[in-house]
């Protein structure tokens, strides 16, 4: 295992591999205890390699048994964790035998067992730990892979690529032969042996091409595989529809598996998904869980293209496949959203998007782990699978195509493919090949503003003020940016900044402009909304023909991902809020005005909510025009942690009080509103997870929320008999988290009841877990209690992370005590899941990341805290690298 003395790897020391691997075989004798891996590669030194190159193999946690090179014993160097061999002829057949214990893997990395079954994941840096590799994504190659095991308890044998043969053998083992006809990375390696059932569906590509698409699960959970198998249909079809990407395989598998670091992976035809992203019905999932899985289901699926037949040169480039398929999983999400609700279901996951970004990306550009989205150095590269690597980068996807427009988007992917199919390459390489398909365009232009989104850590901030000038009927806009220093980057440039703005007369009306002769600015006549396109420190733009004094309303759909300082004021927002016919904007000015509220409240002051301010939110409830799930946006309000981070110093359990406290008058003052929508928002017809439905049960089961959050028993009562007869896991689940929140003394006996009805459904278990440990009130002791259930283990990640981080992360309110019982709860429970599992305790360790923004005395708590922990000896490089960072 690596302990904390593991080096600093940096992007510039990139250097390309000596040799290639054309094609491998690998056999496996599956065994818990000892599995013994057999290879033998084929390898040719590189022609920019020296004679004298030595090979490199990697190897982590495994045993090697034998070595030969053309069939002869070769001398080899223990050296890097792995071993080295010298001298080698220009190309060579390599035989190695290795093994490795899956049943000790508690890393969940490499090849382990779950439920008494073989799995793998080799992304970023598992294969090393199955066999010695030259394990980095660009050695490509092809593999052929031979799977022996015991029939009777793993009946199923499966890799990537297509079946070539199955048989018995003479010792009453099965084996079966793999075999991919792709080149590829070994971190898309997989291999599952397991007692399993599967849905198969045949489907048919443009091209006239028939695949079987298969998805596996444990016996008694095929009912749970048809949201997922449809979501896979859907992806198919949209990537050609979209872009013109077919399947190029015969057969693309997706296998759940219980015990899983991440949500998915997306292995050549071989996807392994963890079971909460796969498995799913009415009366165990909720409308998220329905919404999560047909966007994982579609990114892993994605991946094929951009990740597997194009990879990444170096791990640096991560974003190169993350953001990109990150980008196209969101359109996936949007297009089907608009097909069933049009254009404000679009915007509603548009908001859902951005909300995301600024919950978990922004604090990550202002904390000591902020990186750029093409980042420069790591310890542990599994560290950097981020919101920042992820969100931020499909954000910077997202404005190459509002730059080039969506045609010229999916002219530059042409070009990208036509230029780099079956390479491993950087995020250059992408933003060339989109630049240079574009010659025409702001993007082109000025690329290297533009390129500075990969290199720059840290959220710009953007400053905009207008003034109008009622001779001219001009509005002139001063913007600036700025990017504030992050770790290791003091001073940086100016970034091109797409902003799309229109303007509102005070009435609400529609204000045209003219922005002829404005640098970047759209198009000479007149119109409702202009793309300006900002790469200065200072600039200005003046906008023409504009007939009366407006209320800009700029950054439409968040077309850049900044923090704007528009200086406007309530009056302002309040316009934007009613009329603006952009709904990313409306919602925005919905979250400012609640903000406007929120801060004064949270640094100390008496909450004020005005007249106005609940009147202009009785409107949204009123104005049936509103799709309910934008209603349902509108009426929410910023998150504990989005409100965190507008504020110099933070003081979690008071921000906490004040939110409670906004959301406790809107459910007293709109009363009569949420009862109005409970009851015309009552079901039609049965359960189904679409978009209208999941919409009406958002707002209403809100209602519901409210309503019980008055303390009314009445309510309270409904919402109890909703947990006993819901006919379905939203219904109830919302029911449940209502009593829960309202601290209902009905609360207990519904939890009681609902851990009885679904004992036997993991998933659902992990929401209960869940909701508990982010009830407000919850003391460490609670939670301490929480995991003597027998049913909470460290072992299963999800379970871990539904009671562990969901507090340590997700209940700031009760997290951060003045007495540090919770800091020193967080650093007891990272050193228990290290000792297990290093990549989800580094995860857990980032709890911490915004300490230095607490006020006393939870910043000297939770330092201590730190220190003590960073004291011990024997912590994993993952969390060694988080707590450094975080202290330094
Ligand atoms: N590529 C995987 C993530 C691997 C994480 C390794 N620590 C899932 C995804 O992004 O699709
Ligand atoms: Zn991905």
Redesign the pocket.
Known sequence: MRTDQAPVISRLAYAPPAYSIEHVHLEFDLDPERTRVKSRMQLRRNPWAGADAPLQLDGEDITLQSLLVDSRPYVYAQAGGGIRLDKLPESFTLELVNTCSPAANTHLSGLYMSGGAFFT?C??EGFRRITFWPDRPDVMSRFTVVLRADPARYPVLLSNGNLIEQRRLDDGRAQATWEDPFPKPCYLFALVAARLVSRQQRVRSRDGREHLLEVFVREGDLDKTEHAMQSLVLAQAWDEQRFGLSLDLDRFMIVAVSDF??????NKGLNIFNTKYVLANPATATDTDFQYIESVVG??YF?NWT?NRITCRDWFQLSLK?GL?VFRDQEFSQDLAAAAGGESARAVRRIEDVRALRAMQFPEDAGPMAHPVRPDSYVAI?NF?TPTV?EKGAEVVRMMQTLVGREGFARGMREYFARHDGQAVTCDDFLAAMAEANPDSELARRREAFARWYAQAGTPRLRARGTYDPAQRSYTLRLQQICPPTPGQGDKQPQLIPLRLGLLGRDGSRVRMRAEGAPGAGPAEAADEVLLVLDQAEQSFTLHEVEQEPVPSLLRGFSAPVVLDDGLGDDERLVLLAHDPDPFNRWESAQRLALARLLPAAAGEELRADARYLQALRAVLHDTSLDPAFQELLLGLPGEGYIAEQLPLIDPPRIHHARQQLRRILADELRDEWERLWRELAPQGGYSPDFAGAARRGLRNLALNLLCLTGDAQWQGRAYQRVKDADNMTDRFDALAALVGSRAELAPAALERFAAMFAGEPLVLDKWFALQASAPGMTVEQVRELMRNPQFTLRNPNRARSVISTFCQGNPGSFHRADGAGYAFWAEQVRAMDAINP?VAARLARAMDRWRKLAAPYAQAAEAAMRELAAHEGLSSDCREILDKALA
């Open positions: 994941q992304e970023a670091n991440m949500g998915a992976m997306e990114h892993e991946h990740g993350e398929t599994d699978y992820y990549q």
